[in-house]
C-alpha cells in the first residue's frame, strides 16, 4: 500500500531534515516535489491543491522550536495535513441502532462486495459477538447467491435461504423480517452491480434503501480503479446516499490516489479497506496510522510533537514571568498570537478564560479577530528584532519598509500596535496586583 508514494516523499523530505536552516526556497522546492509525487499517486488535482497550499501556509508561518531542525518541522506538517486529508479521526462502521441494524453494500460488478460482505460479517461476529444474517440480492450474476452461502459457510455466519426467482426488494424485505424473527443483531444485504452506473441501478437500490432503511450504506469501490473509485462514490453518494466507503484491493496498491482524495473530494468516510481476499484481509482505517505508514518518518513526527509540548511549557512560565515584570514585547505578543490560533482562535481562548469578555469587546472593537491572525504575525516577522523588543522606535520610515515585506499598510501596523499598547497595559495592571499570571496561563 503507497508504496511509490511513500518511496517519493521519503526522499523528498529526507533531503530537508538533516539541513539545519531552510529558507523559503527550499521549502518551495520541496512543495513542488510533494505535489507532483501526489499527483503521480493520482491523487484529485482539487486536493492535492489544497494540501500543498495548506503545508506552505504552516510551513512558512511556524515557529521552528529550539530542539529540533525546520526540515523536520515541515515533515511534521506534512504528516498532520495528511492526517487532515485522510479524516483526522477514523471512522467505524455503525451499528448503533435498533436491532437488526441493515448494512447496506453497494458498488459496482466484481468491486469486492460479496467478499467484503462476509469479511465484515466475521469480523463483526468475532470480534463484537454480533449475531449476523446476510442475504444476497444479487439476482442478475448466476451463482452470485451461491457465492455468499459458501462465504457464509466458511466464515460461519447465518445466509438467508435462497428462494429462486425472487426479485431484489423482495429479498431485502424478507432478510429483514427473518433478522427480526431470529433475534439478529446485523442484516448486511449484499446487492447485485452492474459494469457501469446505469439508471436502473440506481433505481434499483433506492428501492432496495426504501423497504430496508439501511443504518450504513457502503460502497465498494476498487482502489485500484483511483479517481474513478472517487467519482463513483460522488455518483452513488448524489442518486442513494452513501454513509461511508470500503476500499478494496488495497493490498495491490501501491499509489493509493482514491484512498487518499476520497475523503476530500465526497466527505464521506473510508471506513474499512480490503486488504487481500482471504476473509481476514481487511483493516480499519486509521488516518494516523496510514499517514506514518506513508511518511515512514513516525520518529520524526513524535521527536517535534514532544518538543512542542515542551516549548509550550517553557513558553507559558516564562511569558508568566513577563507578565509580572510588566515587560511584554512583540516578540511575546507573535508568540501569544500563535498559541490563540493554535488554541481555536479568539473564541476558544476567551471561553476558557472567566471574566475575559471586556478585553474580547475591547480587541474587537479595535478591528481584531481572527482572520487577523496571520496578518498580525506577517507583520512582526517583518519587524528587526531591535524593532520588536522595542515598538516606540517604529516611525513612518519603518511602518514603510514592514507594510511592504508583510504586504500589509500603515494602518493596519498602527491597529496591531495599539492592540499590543493595550494588552501590554492590562498585563502591566494585572501583573502589578500580583494575579495576572494565573490568567495567563489559562490563556496559554
Ligand atoms: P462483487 O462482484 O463486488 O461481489 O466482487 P467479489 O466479492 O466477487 O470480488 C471479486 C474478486 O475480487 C474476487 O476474486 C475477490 O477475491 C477479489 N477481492 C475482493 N476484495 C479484495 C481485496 O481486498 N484484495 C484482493 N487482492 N482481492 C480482493
Request: glycine share 10%; no cysteine.
Amino acid at each position: 500500500m503507497f508504496e511509490s508514494l511513500q518511496e517519493r516523499l521519503g526522499s523528498i523530505l529526507n533531503g530537508l531534515t538533516g539541513r539545519g536552516a531552510l529558507s523559503e526556497a527550499d521549502v518551495s522546492a520541496a512543495l513542488r516535489e510533494v505535489r507532483r509525487a501526489l499527483l503521480e499517486a493520482d491523487v484529485a488535482l482539487e486536493v492535492v491543491r489544497s494540501f500543498t497550499d495548506k503545508v506552505r501556509e504552516k510551513a512558512v508561518g511556524a515557529a521552528v522550536l529550539k530542539s529540533i531542525k525546520p526540515g523536520q518541522m515541515v515533515v511534521k506538517i506534512v504528516h498532520d495535513e495528511l492526517v487532515d486529508m485522510l479524516g483526522a479521526e477514523g471512522v467505524a462502521i455503525d451499528l448503533n441502532a435498533p436491532a437488526p441494524v441493515v448494512v447496506m453494500m453497494v458498488g459496482l460488478q466484481g468491486s469486492g462486495k460479496t467478499t467484503t460482505s462476509a469479511k465484515i460479517a466475521k469480523r463483526l461476529t468475532e470480534r463484537q459477538n454480533k449475531k449476523v444474517l446476510m442475504a444476497s440480492l444479487d439476482t442478475r450474476r448466476p451463482a452470485a447467491q451461491e457465492q455468499l452461502r459458501q462465504l457464509g459457510e466458511q466464515v460461519k455466519v447465518a445466509t438467508l435461504p435462497i428462494i429462486a426467482g425472487q426479485n431484489p426488494v423482495d429479498i431485502a424485505r424478507r432478510a429483514v423480517q427473518a433478522a427480526k424473527l431470529g433475534g439478529h443483531d446485523v442484516v448486511i444485504l449484499d446487492t447485485a452491480g452492474r459494469t457501469h452506473v446505469d439508471e436502473p441501478l440506481m433505481v434499483e437500490m433506492a428501492d432496495i434503501k426504501k423497504v430496508s432503511s439501511p443504518h450504513e450504506i457502503l460502497l465498494v469501490a476498487d482502489s485500484l480503479t483511483g479517481q474513478d473509485a472517487v467519482n463513483l462514490a460522488k455518483s452513488f453518494d448524489e442518486r442513494v446516499g452513501i454513509t461511508g466507503l470500503v476500499l478494496t484491493r488495497m493490498d495491490g496498491d501501491g499509489r493509493g490516489g482514491a484512498a487518499l482524495s476520497v475523503r476530500a473530494v465526497t466527505g464521506k468516510p473510508i471506513k474499512v479497506i480490503g486488504t487481500g481476499e482471504k476473509m481476514d484481509g481487511l483493516e480499519e482505517f486509521h488516518p494516523k496510522r496510514i499517514a506514518d505508514r506513508i511518511l515512514g518518518m513516525g520518529d520524526i513526527v513524535s521527536l517535534v510533537e514532544k518538543a512542542a509540548e515542551t516549548i509550550d511549557a517553557e513558553q507559558a512560565a516564562s511569558m508568566a514571568k513577563k507578565i509580572q515584570s510588566g515587560k511584554f514585547d512583540l516578540n511575546d505578543l507573535a508568540a501569544q498570537l500563535q498559541q490563540m490560533s493554535k488554541m481555536g482562535g479568539m473564541g476558544g481562548i476567551m471561553g476558557m478564560m472567566p471574566g475575559m469578555g471586556k478585553m474580547k469587546d475591547q480587541l474587537a472593537a479595535a478591528g481584531f479577530d481572527d482572520k487577523m491572525f496571520r496578518r498580525q504575525l506577517a507583520i512582526i516577522s517583518s519587524m528587526t528584532k531591535a524593532e520588536r523588543a522595542n515598538p516606540d522606535i517604529l516611525k513612518h520610515s519603518r511602518k514603510k519598509r514592514i507594510a511592504a515585506g508583510s504586504g500589509t499598510d500603515a494602518a493596519e501596523i498602527n491597529k496591531l500596535l495599539k492592540m499590543h499598547r493595550g494588552m501590554a497595559d492590562m498585563m502591566k495592571a494585572m501583573g502589578g496586583k500580583g494575579k495576572g499570571s494565573g490568567l495567563m496561563r489559562g490563556m496559554m
